[in-house]
């Protein structure tokens, strides 16, 4: 089983999510903050996610935080300096934290039967489903929308479509950029705005 991510947000996949949408499924928002950028050889150090619910009323979309979910998580393997410069975990940080194989059930239990979001899915999905073939955890076939494609579609022909630069053009204040939990709910805050856009 694996994960199901439309490639291009067409007519089709438009309808698809509206109806996810209207038929009430949960959504999980979630970010990892790794060692580095390939799922083979670099682990998860930080797992940051936000459970939500959208509707529609009268005015509009309207969304409601559910839950979330945060952790520091021990590589078991020194992080890179360039690395910690980046998202500021340090090997000392993560010391005393639970390995993946400690968390990783509860975190996909935490993922549920939800949709997914993420923001460059690809990196986030495949992130997970390293750790959780290592770990010998299976990953439910849940569908997983990607905001990069999803803002594209909402707002066409930006410059950039990096979180930090749709956090802006959304007027999303960023409280720490490059932790698991912020750009989580960076990325919750770019999906509800892409929603409002194009099913206004």
Request: aromatic share 12%.
């Amino acid at each position: 089983m694996g994960f199901y991510q439309p490639p291009a947000m067409d007519a089709g996949a438009l309808d698809g999510l509206y109806s996810l949408l209207a038929a009430g499924n949960s959504f999980v928002a979630f970010d990892f903050e790794t060692t580095g950028l390939s799922p083979a050889v670099d682990r998860i150090v930080e797992i940051g996610a936000i459970r939500f619910g959208l509707r529609e009323t009268a005015d509009g979309w309207s969304y409601d935080q559910l839950a979330s979910f945060h952790s520091l998580v021990n590589p078991r393997r020194p992080i890179p300096a360039t690395v910690s410069s980046i998202h500021g975990i340090y090997d000392l940080d993560v010391a005393s934290a639970p390995t993946f194989a400690e968390i990783g059930a509860a975190f996909l239990d935490f993922l549920g039967k939800s949709v997914l979001v993420a923001h460059n899915a690809s990196f986030d999905c495949g992130f997970l489903q390293a750790e959780a073939t290592r770990n010998r955890l299976s990953i439910p076939a849940n569908p997983v929308y990607d905001t990069i494609i999803l803002a594209k579609t909402a707002r066409p022909r930006l410059e950039s479509y990096a979180l930090g630069k749709l956090a802006k053009v959304f007027g999303i204040a960023q409280q720490a950029a490059h932790r698991g939990d912020d750009d989580a709910r960076v990325c919750m805050e770019i999906f509800y705005r892409s929603i409002r856009l194009l099913y206004s």
